[in-house]
């Protein structure tokens, strides 16, 4: 039995890649920024994961792969969706979590989850960049201001601004005619974070308001952003140390529990169709993208 288990999170905009031990430990994790799906930054993931372990791919007994490009990993036994593997990543990083807010590159989820990390139901959105990060990362160009620096700017709003449209392209002419009326760069981008923090709201509306909260994916690393949404909800979000890594971590701990199960030559871990045909399903715009699936659908 080899000591080992990885899960790679092929996402959007991003690679991540895990590698955990026999107790579910994290060993090393990594994670590569591609700016788009790239098979090249996922297998850069992988290497720098297992450099970092001091392993090779032969040492690893199961790896699992979830996110966008999950079928596209060739090294992956098994892929799981995003959704079933954030929350079992989420839920073993925090545990006691009832929601999971997700918010990434390319898409916003929200997933309610039982006390063994199981999903009881989700709402998502994929079909447009409202409230994700690419709707940060295309504001950030029209205001001039690096990426990673909107969130703290934006804490320094003193006027309350209102951003009318969640549509990227419209919301870009919007901040641009607020900067031409004058308006400051930090009430500006407060009024940005502000619409994610309510688009987030409507997807955690169709599930269902419940803490403990915890907040993954690349947007957790917004402090506005955080705490924009605190305010809209009314409640407190944890923050793991790691939140790129929730996906990864996730597909780690399920590949751990199937590649045990192969050696003690029980039943495997069943794969997610069932959520895979939710995801599937859905009206292709704002509001209704995406409409809210449960996990036994």
């Known amino acids: 039995m080899k000591a080992h288990v990885m899960g790679v999170d092929f996402g959007s905009t ?26 090249q930054a996922v297998r850069a993931a992988v290497a720098a994961v297992l450099e970092a372990a001091g392993l090779g791919q032969a040492d690893i007994g199961r790896t699992v792969s979830t996110g966008y490009g999950r079928r596209m990993l060739e090294i992956a036994d098994k892929n799981f969706t995003e959704i079933t593997c954030h929350a079992r990543g989420a839920a073993a990083m925090v545990p006691g979590t009832r929601l999971v807010i997700d918010i990434g590159g390319q898409d916003s989820k929200v997933i309610s989850i039982d006390d063994a990390g199981l ?40 006027r309350e601004l209102k951003i009318s449209s969640m549509c990227a392209t419209f919301a870009e002419t919007e901040v641009i005619s607020l900067r031409a009326e004058g308006h400051s760069k930090p009430d500006v981008l407060a009024a940005v974070h502000r619409a994610i923090a309510n688009r987030t709201l409507g997807l955690v509306s169709r599930v269902g308001k419940a803490g403990p909260i915890t907040m993954t994916g690349g947007v957790a690393r917004n402090p506005a952003a955080v705490r924009h949404i605190e305010t809209v909800l009314g409640l407190p979000m944890t923050l793991p140390l790691q939140p790129q890594i929730a996906g990864a971590y996730g597909a780690a701990l399920i590949g751990l529990d199937d590649y045990r199960a192969e050696c003690a030559r029980t039943p495997g871990v069943a794969e997610d169709h069932h959520i895979d045909d939710g995801i599937a399903a859905g009206p292709a715009c704002a509001p209704a993208c995406r409409g809210t699936a449960r996990a036994d659908a």
């Open 14 to 39: 991003t690679a991540k890649a895990v590698i955990v031990d026999l107790n579910g430990e994290i060993v090393a994790s990594h994670v590569a920024h591609m700016g788009a799906v790239s098979e």
């Open 119 to 158: 999903v009881v139901q989700f709402a998502m959105n994929d079909r447009c960049a409202a409230g994700t990060g690419k709707f940060l990362e295309v504001l950030a160009r029209a205001m001039e201001i690096p990426l990673d620096e909107m969130g703290e700017t934006a804490l320094a709003a003193q």
